[in-house]
């Protein structure tokens, strides 16, 4: 829960979480919303290591039960357009490396014969107003 604030907030980095919600005010409000008694926030390390055991299937059936959620609570229906969801299609550049992360990435190959390896991905988003919400992801690993 802590991360998911620190991305509405615009915190993108783990260790802003630490500088910017390890106050008495942030500890208080999420312990009310998270129903605990909360004495810290966890580290930023604590996360991390947290997510890295989620698996990528259940993250994305929660994304999609979530967005189900919100259509039918119909909050973003006055940014219809004719009725309809508006739907992007967005190719994005995940990283950059020097080396071939993982045997699959990307290349491009400069004249100066430097090779630099690239990680993407491709995301279905819905649009409502100024709100775009991620649907489904298609990683490139």
């Known amino acids: 829960m802590i991360r998911l604030f620190a991305l509405i907030c615009g915190i993108t980095t783990m260790t802003g979480i630490n ?9 208080k409000n999420f312990s009310k919303i998270c129903g605990q008694d909360l004495k810290e926030i966890p580290d930023w390390q604590t996360i991390q290591d947290v997510i890295e ?3 990528y299937d259940e993250i994305d059936s929660i994304r999609r039960e979530m967005f189900k959620a919100l259509i039918r ?7 219809r357009y004719n009725g309809y969801i508006q739907i992007l ?6 990283s950059t490396h020097d080396y071939n992360l993982n045997g699959n990435c990307i290349t491009k190959t400069f004249k100066d014969g430097k090779t630099k ?5 491709l995301e279905a988003k819905a649009v409502f107003g100024n709100v775009v919400i991620s649907i489904d992801s298609e990683y490139y690993w």
């Open 19 to 27: 500088s910017k919600f390890d106050t008495e005010k942030a500890i």
């Open 53 to 55: 055991t989620l698996n």
């Open 73 to 79: 609570s119909k909050m973003f229906d006055k940014y």
């Open 89 to 94: 299609v967005d190719a994005t550049g995940l």
């Open 117 to 121: 390896y690239y990680k993407y991905i």
